[in-house]
């Protein structure tokens, strides 16, 4: 086990790169695989869960390979995906499990998906209930509604299905990515306002670009798919993650240094990108530029706001963290899907010295002095990273336990921290 040390640090100073977005990493796989012919995606980025779609798609057929020269993955589809010839291993990626498991129902023989101990923890029962409503055999395994999950083939028949829009958007992202192969149109309805939505806006927007017609309408109530549909091939830049870069910004917010990332368009579809406007909210500094956001510092301190980040659930860690460092009472509302993912650990932080309530959907942090602790996030890399953030600001040392979980999304991240000079080492546990 890998331990973070984080010592309190003034200021920091210069300029980074974003990562490549992990959100579109995953679809543009997820397309280029199920296309007839060659597509490439530069950029891709490479951490856990992404590993396990690519690796996952093999399994499914596609060829898929690394483009050293291009710095591309070179992806060869596989329009009717073949039987997998072992248990698909998902690690602990929910993108994984679920945008793949409808897609293994066009497959003829037996899949069987499972994964790592959180994602066993992840439901799929609306998902599985609304792929038994189009034809498909699925079942969980032990009939609870979690992994693992085996998938007869045989194909989509298509029709009428419902799910829930406030569960995870991921269910219905892996629904558009299969029924264009459906035999008869399909007719999704949400039977509850649809959250997250710009995760669903950009799976929409890269199967289009794939040639694959999806219709929209009564704002996301209900989904329109044409059956028999072919997956074209197409290349993709994969730009800069918002979500991941949130916490850098952070970092220099919290600091109150000046800090440029790059890498993250102006225009784009990333819902994360909220973040900016949170940020000159709370009186940060912020200039945005076609293709970086500065942070410049703090007009005073950073003040307390109330925020909804019902649409932006992995946000709420990292805003908890700008929280603890802010004068007075933070209210973020929207937090209860987000204690149904990897973890109901959003009270971590109350250990620097932040005063932390959790209510049904809020979140409520109010900010003072901070100190030292030793934080065990429970191999969650979003409250990894937001703890280590919030402790750049507390006196004494700060302790992370396992903090090589944030190679689920973000595995440079405290490369990146240490170069604009933030007082971070890692060790390691021998117990």
């Given at each position: 086990m890998a331990v973070l040390i984080v010592r309190k640090t003034e200021g920091l100073k210069g300029t980074v790169e974003a990562p490549p977005s992990k959100a579109y990493t995953h679809r543009a796989v997820i397309a280029a695989s199920l296309s007839d012919g060659e597509s490439r995606i530069r950029r891709p980025l490479f951490c856990e869960d992404t590993l396990a779609t690519i690796e996952a798609c093999k399994m499914l057929g596609a060829k898929i390979d690394m483009d050293a020269d291009e710095k591309a993955l070179r992806v060869i589809g596989a329009p009717k995906p073949a039987t997998p010839p072992d248990v698909i291993n998902c690690r602990n990626s929910g993108s994984t499990i679920?945008?793949?498991?409808?897609?293994?129902?066009?497959?003829?023989?037996?899949?069987?998906?499972?994964?790592?101990?959180?994602?066993?923890?992840?439901?799929?029962?609306?998902?599985?209930k609304a792929l038994r409503s189009l034809g498909v055999q699925c079942y969980s395994a032990r009939r609870d509604g979690y992994p693992p999950v085996i998938v007869f083939g045989g194909g989509i028949r298509g029709g009428d299905t419902s799910i829930r829009g406030d569960v995870s958007s991921q269910f219905i992202s892996g629904l558009i990515f299969a029924t264009p192969k459906a035999e008869r149109e399909t007719r999704i309805t949400l039977t509850s306002p649809l959250e997250s939505k710009p995760y669903v806006e950009m799976t929409i927007n890269i199967v289009r670009r794939h040639g694959v017609e999806v219709s929209v309408q009564e704002d996301y109530r209900h989904l329109m798919v044409p059956p028999k549909q072919e997956y074209k091939p197409s290349d993709h830049m994969i730009e800069g993650d918002y979500s991941s870069a949130s916490f850098i910004l952070a970092a220099a917010a919290i600091t109150d240094s000046k800090v440029r990332v790059e890498n993250l368009p102006a225009e784009t579809l990333q819902g994360d990108r909220l973040i900016v406007d949170?940020?000159?909210?709370?009186?940060?500094?912020?200039?945005?530029?076609?293709?970086y956001v500065e942070v410049m510092g703090v007009k005073g301190a950073l003040e307390a706001i109330t925020v909804d980040l019902r649409d932006n659930p992995d946000l709420v860690p990292v805003c908890a963290a700008l929280a603890a460092s802010a004068r007075g009472r933070t209210v973020i509302k929207g937090v209860r899907r987000l204690r149904f993912k990897e973890s109901d650990r959003l009270v971590s932080i109350?250990?620097?010295?932040?005063?932390?309530?959790?209510?049904?959907?809020?979140?409520?942090?109010?900010?003072?002095?901070?100190?030292?602790?030793?934080?065990?996030?429970?191999?969650?890399?979003?409250?990894?990273?937001?703890?280590?953030?919030?402790?750049?600001?507390?006196?004494?040392?700060?302790?992370?336990?396992?903090?090589?979980?944030?190679?689920?999304?973000?595995?440079?991240?405290?490369?990146?921290?240490?170069?604009?000079?933030?007082?971070?080492?890692?060790?390691?546990?021998?117990?």
């Open positions: 679920r945008f793949v498991t409808p897609i293994c129902a066009l497959a003829e023989g037996i899949s069987i998906l499972t994964g790592g101990e959180s994602l066993r923890r992840r439901p799929m029962g609306p998902l599985l949170i940020l000159r909210r709370m009186n940060v500094r912020v200039n945005v530029g076609e293709n109350s250990r620097l010295g932040a005063k932390v309530k959790v209510e049904d959907d809020r979140l409520e942090v109010v900010g003072g002095e901070l100190h030292g602790a030793e934080i065990d996030p429970r191999n969650d890399h979003r409250i990894a990273m937001a703890c280590a953030v919030a402790a750049l600001r507390a006196e004494g040392e700060t302790r992370i336990l396992g903090i090589e979980c944030i190679n689920k999304s973000y595995p440079n991240f405290v490369r990146d921290i240490q170069f604009l000079g933030g007082d971070l080492s890692e060790q390691q546990l021998h117990r």
